[in-house]
């Protein structure tokens, strides 16, 4: 399994940016995709998740609003389009695949990882 995500960069705060992450050598449509972020000294956090037909999509609060998160099942890929990016969303943004219904906020649940991009806001 691979996912190799792209999009990360600089942006000023009220600036938006778009991540893709790429999927190869799974069923894409038979997993539950996420975004998880993880800023310098603290642990990795639950961003979004959205379901396997993309039917259900779930977000943390502190994105909800701001974020979107979808996926093409036919180009197995899936996106987060971030919006109003303030100083406190800096993270490395993690791609992340997981075999099962529904979503989890646990990281441990997932069994698959990009590599993480680098999301840097400037205040």
């Known amino acids: 399994v691979q996912l190799v995500e792209s999009g990360g960069g600089l942006v000023q705060a009220g600036g938006s940016l778009r991540l893709s992450c790429a999927a190869s050598?799974?069923?894409?449509?038979?997993?539950?995709m996420g975004w998880f972020r993880q800023a310098p000294g603290k642990e990795r956090e639950f961003v979004a998740a959205?379901?396997?037909?993309?039917?259900?999509?779930y977000y943390a609060d502190s994105v909800k609003g701001r974020f979107t998160i979808s996926r093409d099942n036919a180009k197995n890929t899936e996106y987060l389009q971030m919006n109003s990016l303030q100083p406190e969303d800096t993270a490395v943004y993690y791609c992340?695949?997981?075999?099962?219904?529904?979503?989890?906020?646990?990281?441990?649940?997932?069994?698959?990882w990009g590599q993480g991009t680098q999301v840097t806001v400037s205040s």
């Open positions: 992340t695949a997981g075999p099962f219904h529904g979503y989890y906020t646990d990281s441990t649940k997932y069994t698959d």
């Open positions: 050598g799974l069923t894409f449509s038979s997993y539950t």
């Open positions: 959205i379901t396997r037909s993309g039917g259900s999509t």
